[in-house]
């Protein structure tokens, strides 16, 4: 087949740079973070829960109750703080990524 050119076709329109894609993280990701976010928080207050029954139940006194509860939830709550510390600081460096990603492009 044969092309039919104009004499005074308009020029071809001046390009763009190219953008970089901006990835952002799946839903899915996002999705799982949140679901083991509360099945930990939720196992944390069940295991709570439980060593309170249980040393209320073989102590007879507040100090021995408190020592044995605090001991514990000090080790949960060190878990917990540094499972939540680590989502934080993936979804930290996500953004700075994206952010970054978004200034290249911007430059080129």
């Not at 390009?15 to 899915?28: I, N, R, W, Y």
């Amino acid at each position: 087949m044969t092309q039919a050119t104009l004499a005074g076709a308009a020029p071809a329109p001046a390009q763009m740079p190219a953008q970089a894609p901006v990835h952002k993280p799946a839903l899915s990701v996002d999705m799982a973070r949140i679901r083991y976010g509360s099945a930990l928080i939720v196992a944390a207050f069940a295991l709570l829960g439980l060593v309170f029954g249980v040393a209320v139940s073989q102590f007879s006194t507040a100090s021995d109750v408190t020592a044995v509860v605090g001991s514990v939830t000090t080790v949960v709550g060190t878990i917990i703080g540094a499972f939540f510390g680590v989502q934080a600081g993936a979804s930290g460096k996500e953004a700075a990524e994206a952010g970054r990603a978004q200034a290249e492009a911007g430059r080129a």
